[in-house]
């Protein structure tokens, strides 16, 4: 069973920083990612990072402001958030997939996610 705990979510002013953490108990899968879900809304992607390899992805609207990378020692992954928007206010879940193939943008790709922590970027 792996376990996935997310941490670093708080309140953050609109252009300020905030870096979360996903630390992973066991084997992290093969690829690994953030998502957000707004109040009301589904559940949408952010960043994703191959576990071997390192490849990184980005939802379009994101690229350039946020990062995201890992630290095999620690078993965990980041996401550096910059430059941050009101919108982007929501909870944000860490997700690990174990199967290979499939778009990582879906929900539907990832066997194990997180409790989420909560991020508010105010105005």
């Known amino acids: 069973q792996v376990q996935l705990v997310e941490s670093g979510g708080g309140s953050v002013q609109a252009g300020g920083s905030l870096r979360l953490s996903c630390v992973a108990s066991g084997d992290r899968g093969i690829f690994l990612a953030w998502f957000r879900q707004a109040p009301g809304k589904e559940r949408e992607r952010v960043a994703g990072?191959?576990?071997?390899?390192?490849?990184?992805y980005y939802d379009d609207s994101l690229r350039g402001r946020f990062t995201i990378s890992q630290d095999n020692a620690k078993n965990t992954v980041y996401l550096q958030m910059n430059s941050r928007k009101p919108e982007e206010t929501g909870m944000y879940y860490c997700?690990?997939?174990?199967?290979?193939?499939?778009?990582?943008?879906?929900?539907?790709?990832?066997?194990?996610w997180g409790q989420g922590t909560p991020v508010t970027v105010a105005s």
């Open positions: 997700a690990a997939g174990f199967r290979p193939g499939g778009s990582w943008t879906r929900v539907e790709r990832y066997d194990y």
């Open positions: 990072i191959y576990i071997h390899g390192g490849m990184t």
